[in-house]
């Protein structure tokens, strides 16, 4: 535009004064369109984002597709370097994460998948996902119903593929054989397909042993995470 707009000043003026008035509308009206983002003079430097923020932008993302609860999406692995250390050690396949509710374990079990999704970029919203347990085994409960368009054993092989899960609540079902089968099956299937693990619950491995001892013995080769007994949201209403 400024070379169109020199071309037609030297075309159109010839001597002194004109091309000095000239310069002057020209100068005018560029500052104009200037000010109004038409035209700049110079190239703006466009900021070039690290890796490591797209990353972290694609790891938001992750997590909200598999449904992380919004109050957990933001945890960091810093919160719980005195429980974890600066980096998890996974080398026995997750971690079993024990205590009162409220204590933080759910908020612990995001941060720990948040820091996995950082360090390991091959895994995607297809190789993850987060299983509240109250919700699993009423979807699964639902299926059984003739008019359903799910079916339990469907939903449950949905999971045979991924690398990593989150199984949030671990004991909230009801105490009822139905259910507890129902978790025994997805559980059996995780370590039989040798997935990653990171499970939150308020029970104990003798709990566990109830239900099945040779998951409970399964589980015991979780790395476990004992959490202060204290109802952090308890406290805080205080």
Known sequence: MLSTAKKMQNHLASSPTE?????LLMGNAIKSLAENGLITDRKKPQSIESPESIRAKQVSEIMEQINVPKRYRNAEISM?????????????????????????????AAALLRDRLMRDKSLKVS??????????????????????????????????????????????????????????????????????????????????????????????????????????RHEKRK
């Open 127 to 232: 190789s993850v996902d987060w299983i509240s347990v109250v919700s699993y085994v009423e979807r699964i409960k639902s299926a059984a119903h003739p008019q359903s368009k799910e079916r339990g054993y469907d939903i449950l092989r949905s999971y045979r593929k991924k690398r990593l899960l989150v199984i949030d609540d671990l004991g909230k079902q009801r105490d009822h054989d139905w259910d507890k089968s129902t978790m025994i099956s997805l559980l059996w299937q995780a370590y039989d397909e040798s997935q990653d693990l990171i499970i939150t619950t308020q029970k104990t491995l003798s709990d566990v042993d109830c239900w099945d001892d040779a998951l409970a013995s399964r589980i015991g080769t979780l790395m476990d995470i004992p959490l202060e007994q204290i109802d952090h």
């Open 19 to 23: 091309i000095s008035h000239l310069n």
């Open 80 to 108: 719980f370097v005195g429980v974890t250390g600066e980096k998890p050690d996974w080398s026995r396949k997750g971690f079993c994460l024990r205590g009162v509710t409220g204590c933080g374990k759910s908020t612990l």
